[in-house]
């Protein structure tokens, strides 16, 4: 399924590109994540606790960040898995700087497989759009937190 | 005939109506352990590594094994060989999965709980290969191969021919078209499949006793033994009550060889039940075809040439040849005479679950295709529905008729009997079509848009290759009845007394039929392709025949009178003109056995009150039948309502009218879920979107409609009961009836209906596209 969205923050395009790439924000943002370690530069192990639909499961996630151009856009690649299914994501994520603000762009491919898929589908798509949102509005709103300070 | 065509109430219904029914998730068998199996996630993938100790190490569990327990596990066999197949047949606990839901470990644990619980403490890393799930995508140059050794995803590529149809489609004044998008179905019995099995090591040889929720315990019993290398004298496969199973428990699966296998290596019995979310991703599908068909017709509205490209989807194996498609493309002609016809039908392997025959088998997509094109045909020259099927029907006088078609065994397809024209006028009769037609016209005046559908088809029943009965006279004057058959719900128990009773001219309470266990009777093949009523229902007239002429022997020596004198009535054997001459069939059974022990036998027949038939019919017997519907449509929200509903059947020689109609009612509700609720989803990467009842929608009895119910017995010349089949024929116009019906009501649009299920959203789709309701033309 396609994942598309736009989340516009009070910010430099520095700011965001930072908060992008800052391992605390993307763990304060990531929904339900317990734990987010670094592998090695670009390349995290996650933890995360959710439930889709009927089903609540415990995931442990790969996330990736590659063909980065700073400041303007990388590509996430995200892959997790548990009992219940398995989610793998593939975004390109673009920032574009309009003074005073920066809009977060991201179009991507989301696939879920397993339990997950067979018993909530009618309402995946919606509970996917929700969570990519949800993400990087909380991005957003980490970087509104931190420019305050 | 005093019992034969009699509506006699079922004599098992008691018994289940109060919940006294013995299914195999109630046999109690000590120290019975539970198995539970992991299934894989993925549409197609390798297992790199796996890891099983954890499981392994939970209290309860006995054992846990994966694919290197695997690595000598044979392929299933290939039961229907064809020269256009190419054969992948699935085998247990492979490295390589193919279809989501597809085994990956199996667990035996104290009981499901324990077992479940360390299922997930299984880890697997897989490597995803490329998938492919749907028809469209599976026909690409550049598909992703559902089977990386295959060179393409086609499994059989096909033609069926009459006459030539591409030559005479040229000349044909009007032609028509219409494609069709059928979706897949899952077979859906309320017990879902189980096993258990249990070995027995101190006997002089290893002896296996299985009891499962089958239709076929005689092939469950020869590929165990082929699989297992034991022979089949030692092992015995038994059905006890088996709570429906629509074709979903003639296939054998690598659940029912891994279970016996593990009973073995923990040397204590195992049993497996199937839930709800196993059976939507692992048990067989069907129904998937795609066709793009055409026809061509005379002025006056006479069939000249029908052509039909047809795509199947396979799954991922074939658990049961390429049955489906080939009975599809050699029943489209169907009812009708069909001078020239082509059908090229491509079966291809995707990653889903496998296809097999499901209630029906691929005729009701065969009866979608030309009752559908008539349609469109008659429309185009204003001629009424049902007056266009009256002049291409195949008449009375011209049976036995050859199609010109090769039958799914490679003989010529000769349908024996019929009286379509006749199953017609019934069904309009019944259905009060003109009237309808009639009302269809003030409704529209006030707003109503109601549609009426009109199908004609057919089935073969009663296929070879053989069944068998033993028929017995007890000495307690009983009739005891052992036959090959499996029942799951279809009453044979009282169908075949009946028979019994009508050779013995007794009541069926005397007659007792066991059924459903190799240890009854030597051979059989299965419950399947509407075949009890005609193969088993002649066997066990053959043997109760031969046992009676072989009583009435012993009487007529043992009375010192002729055969011809004597008679049989009631449980006695009787001089008609003096029938205080008599010996009941109790006394003879004992007379058979001779006086006592030691004494010299006084008959000139053989010992024993107990003869066995076997009955191979030389061809299927053809069953007709004609379903009008009358549907409301709101041009609104789309929802389908379902106003009446009338079917005629032609069963042949019906042997329990209370019996048929009630197959037939069941018929009907199966293809109304199929017509309009129905449909197994898969996402185009092989990951199965409906695997509860929450997202595949059944009808219930809310959305089955009453039905008006009639039958025309055109006896069948094949067998002496002049019987054909019933199980299956109520599903089969049931969607052609319906998409025409549901086309008609919204004529106004001048949409085509191309799908089934035919579903709200998808004629919103349509409705839209199309233009402002044309001016109400009737």
Redesign the interface.
Known sequence: MNVKGEVIVDATQEEVWNALNDPEVLKSATPGCKVLTEVEKDSYKAEIALGIAAVRGEYEAEIKILDKVAPNQYRLIMKADS?M??IEGNAVVELDFNEPKTTIRYNGEA?????I???G??ILSGIAKMIVKDFFKKIAKEISTRTAI | MNYIGKEIKRKIDPRLIRGDGRYIADLNIPGTLSAAFLRSPHAHARIKEINLEQARKLSGVTAVFGPGDGKDFPFLPVLFPHPKLVPVTQRPLDFIVHHVGEPVAMVIAENRYIAEDALDLITVEYEQLPAVAHLDDAIKEDAPLAHQQLESNIAAHFQQSIGDAKEAMKDAPIVVNHRFKIGRVSCLPIETRGLLAKWDFKGPEPELEVYAATQSQHEMRSILSKLLKTPEHNIRVAAPDVGGAFGAKAIFYVEDFLVVWAAKQVKAPVRWIEDRMEHMMSCIHEREQYHEATLGVSEDGKIIAVIDKMLANNGAYVPWGIIVPIMTSTLIPGPYKVPNYFCDAKVLYTNTVPMAPFRGAGRPQAALILNRLLDQAAAKLNIDPVEIRRRNLIQENEFPYRTGLLSRDGSPQIYDSGDYPKVLDEAVKLSDYYEWRKKQKEYRQNGKYIGIGVATAIENTGFGSFEGATVRIEETGEITVLTSAATQGQGHETTFAQIAAEVFDMPIEKVTVREGDTKLITYGTGTFASRMGVIVGTSVFKAAEKIKEKALQIAGEKFNVKREELQVKNGYVFKTDEPAIRISLGELAHEAKGIFPGTTYPYNVQPGLEVTEYFAPKAASITGMTDIAVVEVDPDSCAIKVLEYTSIHDNGKLLNPLVVKGQVHGGISNGIGNALYEEIVYDNQGQLLTSTLMDYLVPSSCEVPEMKIGHVETPSPLNPLGAKGAGESGTIPVPAVIQSAVEDALRAWNIKVENIPVKPAHLKDLMRKAKEPAEIIL
């Open positions: 009992k299914g398995f696939q879920v497989g397993g339990l898929a067979g018993v589908q009618r």
